[in-house]
């Protein structure tokens, strides 16, 4: 017996068009989160002796950054593939919103860069 597609005129069969929105969904997550670690290093290494540590970029930013990076392209994955029917169409769509997301994301988020004034680079 052969498999069914479930969207038509596809070509693809469930199991390649679950794998191809995993690997997605993956690529987004890991292009998110080292988009996430240069910018939130310093709020993690905190400066001279720690005064500028805010260890919230680790607790709340991080997870909700792999989440919307995930779901992001995923989502996108999805409804191109339930509305054009041609895989390629649907991984480009995918890849797009994600560059748009990653772009919303640098233009949004920015946690403290620079120390508090007034701490130069030393005497």
Known sequence: MSERTTGGTTGMNPKTRSTAGCLLAGLGATTAALVWAPRAAFSIDGGFEGHARDLSVLFVDLPLILLGGALVPLFAWALTT???HRPWVAALAA????ALGVWGLTEWWTPRQQPDPGYGPGI
């Open 82 to 84: 339930r509305w054009v």
């Open 95 to 98: 890849v797009a919103t994600l």
